[in-house]
């Protein structure tokens, strides 16, 4: 038996990342932020980084209007979901956190079976992100930024079988 330390090549990648690390996550270029919703507040705290707007764009033009839901719970809820908007029923349990504004995709063109067709140029889209009250008082001082990684989405969101799921970042405020 050899008293010599086990060097595992791996090890590197199980290290905790250090607080530089998990800033520069965060503060990721071309983040576009949400509009403000929480009454009396002026200030964003939440952000939808390059990677989560493209597969926002893609689920858009599978599903059509969008809408996220933070319960905070476990299982599925411990990620952000995405759905159809109205799918998930929000109620007086809920807050809204930011509506993020984006402009209209390409494809969204007018009916052309309408008598009074909309304007020339796609409609913009606005998808609302909620988080159960109760899992806002615990996040009531964080920034969260909205990511996509490669992986497996929660059941429920309309993500799950596209090899991405939707993450949340968070910093303190």
């Known amino acids: 038996m050899s008293d010599a330390p086990i060097i595992n090549d791996e090890s590197e990648s199980c290290e905790l990342p250090t607080r530089a690390a998990q ?12 509009r403000p919703e929480v009454p009396g507040e002026s200030a964003s705290r939440l952000a939808f980084t390059p990677a989560a707007l493209a597969l926002i764009d893609k689920l858009w033009l599978l599903h059509g209007p969008l809408m996220f839901h933070q319960s905070g719970g476990c299982c599925d809820g411990s990620a952000p979901m995405c759905y159809q908007a109205g799918e998930f029923r929000t109620g007086g349990q809920d807050v809204l956190l930011g509506t993020l504004e984006l402009p209209g ?19 913009p889209r606005e998808i609302g992100f909620w988080m159960s009250r109760e899992q806002f008082a615990v996040w009531a001082h964080t920034h969260l930024t909205i990511d ?3 992986g497996r989405g ?3 969101s309309l993500e799950a079988p596209e090899g991405q799921r939707f993450l949340i970042r968070s910093r303190l405020l």
């Open 148 to 150: 996509a990684v490669p």
């Open 23 to 34: 800033l520069s996550a965060i503060d990721i270029a071309g983040c576009v932020p949400a």
């Open 154 to 156: 929660g059941g429920f």
């Open 105 to 123: 995709l390409a494809t969204d063109d007018p009916d052309p079976a309408s008598p009074s067709p909309a304007p020339a140029g796609p409609a």
